[in-house]
């Protein structure tokens, strides 16, 4: 009997909110089983966790449930622990076997950490573990590593800055069950890269073959040229073999299915194969530090993105296939033997273009102002002519045309660069914007457009006029030379607003994005320390190096006090002007000073022991001032030897083998009282000592004393007389 449509509607409306609330079941998110719950809790009370990263674990009410807790993840249909990433959070001690309990696990990673101990071989009970990171934990132990075969899901294996001997090889590593690895084909990601490995790992590695899509073997000892059998991985993407001992030439065997290929800091010759052009899906290519010889071929793949060939001795051209490339982002070729012109076509998508220390002639193209994505550009060290850039890309970060032959002013267009990182210009090794016989006052929109500059570097041209009040705009300025130019007037007293040199902290840039990726660099270099007229490399991170060289010019009068504000400085450099006045008393607080240059002005006064409180100081040069006075005693500047003082002629003291005037008085008075104290106790100690020298010396005062009386009263007696007549 059929029933109204209303009442089917009914049905159907009872019907919907009945799948409505099973949806909503369905989606309610399941908390974390009590069993993994207190496995966790059992893990961190097994480490140290001096910087709190697991305080969110823990049995207070407002902390449960687990799958809320920092690095933990959960499934959300059981509520079983499925990830536990712990990378990086200086976790301390050993990994527990409690861990054992996540059945469920499906990626561990607890690398980058301090932790240490045998691995626990409980391990092996996570029988759904994909994915494994135990790479750079320095203290950790891998044991008997045979567990790894009960892991048949086990695609991600990684085992890197372990320090796994060679000789522990034949069984650790082999017990992972190669037969069976072979047969699941299940690990495709392999990591042993930093472990000191030689080539008795190829038998074991190449089992592998048909499964590993991504192998890192760098930073070990692999040796001898490099094995055919890479060429049979067929499936592999990402190889990296760098920093080995490979030798021969480049092989031509590489899988077509390579994207990244890292054969960098070998000892490989030969020219570069042709077969890189048949590799259509090569992205990065990286062979710098190598001994690679001829010409660049012409046949490099036109889908690299990363190209890196420097430090080789690569001759030849730059190609103009260079433009043909239209995804090529990174090229760097410095410090190679290429000669010629520069390139007729330029690929606009360059991010980042390095040319540096080659035998480039010519000038510089206009083009390089057209490349909007161009953040990083070195043409150092070549024989570069004609004027600097008119219009420059406003995504610079780092500009490096030093060591050439560049005439003229420095554009205005500087000032439109507000990225700008790093200005070098100057002719030495990657130091920064000198030695281009630029002639003219600084610019005084230097230091308000360019307030982003790190490293600014003027050495060596003939700017002339005062110091810009402006430069004081560069908050983040570390290193600032203007030394060997024609400067004049005062040191700005404004120098305590350059606020990175009184931060502590280290340098990354990071520079625009392409294809989803941050291209990072820190900056780590070696600056030239100029020191009585000579120039010695000092070699820091330029994170750490913070300078300032105002020396070799005409500078006046006294150094500011707000110097002493800059407690970051570790050099400082002021010798070859015509500073007066003293040297500032409260120089004291620039304790990371290590280098410390005064020489050749006419500074005047003492040198005060506040000096002596930067105890690292190692290089001192006060000489040839009107320095006076004595040299602080007792302290560690009476190690300098006498050429760190000397040309001060009122100055004395030890290290100038020059004694001081209240020195000699003080010893002047110092030897009379010791020659009484001599005398005294030379005549008391023999009488004390002797009773017959004794006896006769109180005798003798006896005789004295009575002869003594007899003339006293014979002298009154005739005294009286004399008064009486």
Request: charged content about 15%; proline content about 3%.
């Amino acid at each position: 009997m059929g029933g109204s449509p209303f009442q089917y509607f009914i049905a159907f409306f009872l019907l919907l909110l009945c799948f409505k609330a099973c949806l909503r079941v369905g989606d309610a998110k399941v908390g974390c089983i009590e069993r993994e719950r207190q496995a966790l809790l059992h893990f961190k009370q097994g480490v140290v966790d001096d910087f709190g990263m697991l305080s969110s674990w823990g049995n207070e009410e407002d902390k449960r449930d687990c799958c809320k807790w920092r690095e933990v993840e959960c499934s959300d249909q059981t509520g079983h622990v499925i990830m536990l990433d712990l990378h990086d959070l200086s976790l301390g001690s050993k990994i527990g076997p409690s861990l054992a309990e996540l059945q469920h696990l499906k990626h561990l990673n607890p690398s980058f950490n301090w932790l240490e101990g045998v691995l626990p071989s409980q391990l092996g009970n996570l029988s759904n573990l994909q994915s494994l990171d135990l790479g750079h934990n320095l203290g950790m132990t891998c044991g008997n590593l045979d567990w790894l075969s009960r892991l048949p899901l086990l695609a991600h294996l990684d085992l890197s800055g372990l320090h796994l001997s060679s000789t522990l090889l034949p069984w650790i590593i082999p017990t992972i069950s190669i037969s069976h690895i072979n047969s699941s084909t299940s690990l495709v990601v392999l990591d042993l890269s930093g472990n000191g490995l030689t080539s008795s790992i190829y038998p074991w590695l190449f089992n592998f073959s048909s499964s590993l899509l991504h192998l890192d073997l760098s930073y070990n000892h692999l040796n001898g040229s490099i094995p055919d059998a890479f060429g049979n991985m067929t499936a592999l993407a990402y190889l990296d073999l760098s920093w080995n001992q490979f030798e021969g030439e480049i092989p031509k065997f590489f899988s077509v299915s390579l994207v990244h290929l890292d054969l960098s800091g070998n000892q490989l010759h030969g020219s570069i194969p042709d077969a890189f052009g048949n590799m259509n899906s090569l992205a990065y290519l990286d062979l710098s530090s190598n001994q690679l010889e001829g010409e660049i071929t012409k046949s490099l793949s036109t889908s690299v993105v990363h190209l890196d060939l420097s430090w080789n001795q690569l001759h030849g051209s730059i190609l103009d296939a260079f433009g043909n490339m239209p995804t090529l982002a990174y090229l760097d070729l410095s410090s190679n033997h290429l000669e010629g012109e520069f390139l007729k076509s330029l690929s606009t998508s360059f991010v980042h273009l390095d040319l540096s220390w080659n035998q480039l002639h010519g000038s510089i193209p206009d083009a390089f102002g057209n490349m909007t994505t161009l953040a990083y550009l070195d043409l150092s060290s070549n024989q570069l002519e004609g004027e600097i850039l008119k219009s420059l890309c406003t995504s610079f970060v780092h500009l490096g045309l030093s060591y050439n032959h560049l005439q003229g002013s420095i554009p205005d267009a500087f000032g439109n660069v507000t990225t700008l990182a790093y200005l070098r210009l100057s002719w030495n090794q990657l130091e920064d914007f000198g030695r281009n016989k630029l002639s003219e006052k600084i610019p005084t929109w230097m230091g308000r457009s360019l307030s982003s500059l790190v490293v600014l570097n003027l050495r060596s041209n003939e700017f002339y006029g005062s110091i810009p009040l402006n430069l004081c705009q560069m908050k983040k300025i570390q290193m600032l030379d203007l030394s060997s130019n024609n400067l004049s007037g005062t040191i700005p007293k404004c120098l305590n607003n350059l606020t990175a040199l009184t931060y502590k902290g280290g340098l990354v840039i990071a520079y625009n994005e392409i294809q989803h990726s941050i291209w990072d660099f820190s900056y780590v270099d070696n600056t030239l320390i100029q020191w009585k007229g000579k120039e010695s490399k000092y070699k820091k991170t330029l994170g750490l190096i913070k300078s300032i060289d105002f020396s070799s010019n005409k500078l006046i009068r006294e150094i500011p006090i707000e110097v002493i504000d800059l407690v970051e400085l570790v050099s400082l450099n002021l010798s070859r002007n015509n500073l007066t006045g003293s040297i500032p008393s409260m120089i004291g607080q620039l304790k990371l000073l290590d280098f410390l240059d005064l020489y050749q002005n006419q500074l005047c006064g003492r040198i005060l022991a506040s000096l002596s409180q930067i105890v690292g100081l190692s290089v001192l040069d006060l000489s040839n001032n009107i320095l006076s006075g004595k040299i602080p005693s007792g302290t560690q500047l009476q190690s300098f030897n006498a050429s760190t003082y000397q040309g001060n002629p009122r100055l004395c003291g030890p290290s100038l083998l020059k004694k001081c005037l209240e020195d000699e008085t003080r010893e002047f008075y110092g030897n009379i009282v010791l020659e009484f104290i001599i005398g005294f106790w030379g005549v008391c100690g023999t009488l004390l000592l002797n009773h017959s020298w004794r006896y006769a010396y109180f005798k003798m005062l006896n005789k004295i004393k009575d002869r003594l009386c007899v003339i006293t009263t014979i002298n009154m007696y005739r005294l009286q007389r004399s008064f009486q007549s």
